[in-house]
T-cell receptor
Framework: KNEVEQSPQNLTAQEGEFITINCSYSVGISALHWLQQHPGGGIVSLFMLSSGKKKHGRLIATINIQEKHSSLHITASHPRDSAVYICAVRDYGGSQGNLIFGKGTKLSVKP | NAGVMQNPRHLVRRRGQEARLRCSPMKGHSHVYWYRQLPEEGLKFMVYLQKENIIDESGMPKERFSAEFPKEGPSILRIQQVVRGDSAAYFC?????????????FGEGSRLTVL
C-alpha cells in the first residue's frame, strides 16, 4: 500500500464546477504539500499545510491530522486549471529531506 | 527575484556518457532538494543539500549518481555512465528554511533522454 493515496486518479469537469481532490496518508507528518504540474512543465507549490485550512484565490486546502486526510478544492473551475495535482507529505519520523509523493490526480476542465 | 533555475531543460545522452544537471536556487535560499520523476510514475526524493554539505542522500542510487552544492555556483546532479533507465525528468527545489518549516519552490525540471 502506498503511503500517500490520492483520489480520484483522473477527473474531468465542466468549466465552473466545484472540484475536490482527496489525499490520504498513513504516516505521521510534519507538513503536507499540494503541488500543481502542467503537462511537460514545471511544478508549482500551491500550499504547505500542517493544520486547518488555507485559501488562495479559487483554491482551498484543508487538512485533518487525526484522520490523516487532506482535500484540495477548486471553486469555479476553469480550463486553465487543467493539470496534475500532487499531494506530498513530509514524514515526521523520516529522513530530513524526504517528501513522499502521491501519484497525482489528472484534472481536465472542459469549456 | 528570479525563481529556481534549472539547466539544461532538455538533455540527450548516449548510454555510457555523463549527464550534468544544474540548479540555481532562489536568491537567499540555502536548502536544495533534487527529485526524479520517471515516465508514468510519481516523483521520488533523491537528495537534500545545504551549501557545501549533503544532508540527506537516502534517495540517491548507490552507484553512478552524485550531487554537490558548492559555496559558489549552482547545485549539480551528476550521473555517470548513463543507462536508458535514467531517462526521466529531474526537478530541483529550494527553500529558505529547513525541510520541516520551509515552503518549497520548484524549477522547471531537466528532462534527460538516454538513447
Amino acid at each position: 500500500k502506498n503511503e500517500v493515496e490520492q483520489s480520484p486518479q483522473n477527473l474531468t469537469a465542466q468549466e465552473g464546477e466545484f472540484i475536490t481532490i482527496n489525499c490520504s496518508y498513513s504516516v505521521g507528518i510534519s507538513a503536507l504539500h499540494w503541488l500543481q504540474q502542467h503537462p511537460g512543465g514545471g511544478i508549482v507549490s500551491l500550499f504547505m499545510l500542517s493544520s486547518g485550512k488555507k485559501k488562495h484565490g479559487r483554491l482551498i486546502a484543508t487538512i485533518n491530522i487525526q484522520e490523516k486526510h487532506s482535500s484540495l478544492h477548486i471553486t469555479a473551475s476553469h480550463p486553465r486549471d487543467s493539470a496534475v495535482y500532487i499531494c506530498a507529505v513530509r514524514d515526521y519520523g523520516g529522513s530530513q529531506g524526504n517528501l513522499i509523493f502521491g501519484k497525482g490526480t489528472k484534472l481536465s476542465v472542459k469549456p | 527575484n528570479a525563481g529556481v533555475m534549472q539547466n539544461p531543460r532538455h538533455l540527450v545522452r548516449r548510454r555510457g556518457q555523463e549527464a550534468r544537471l544544474r540548479c540555481s536556487p532562489m536568491k537567499g535560499h540555502s536548502h536544495v532538494y533534487w527529485y526524479r520523476q520517471l515516465p508514468e510514475e510519481g516523483l521520488k526524493f533523491m537528495v537534500y543539500l545545504q551549501k557545501e554539505n549533503i544532508i540527506d542522500e537516502s534517495g540517491m542510487p548507490k552507484e553512478r549518481f552524485s550531487a554537490e552544492f558548492p559555496k559558489e555556483g549552482p547545485s549539480i546532479l551528476r550521473i555517470q555512465q548513463v543507462v536508458r533507465g535514467d531517462s526521466a525528468a529531474y526537478f530541483c527545489a529550494s527553500s529558505p528554511q529547513g525541510p520541516s518549516t520551509g515552503e518549497l519552490f520548484f524549477g522547471e525540471g531537466s528532462r534527460l533522454t538516454v538513447l
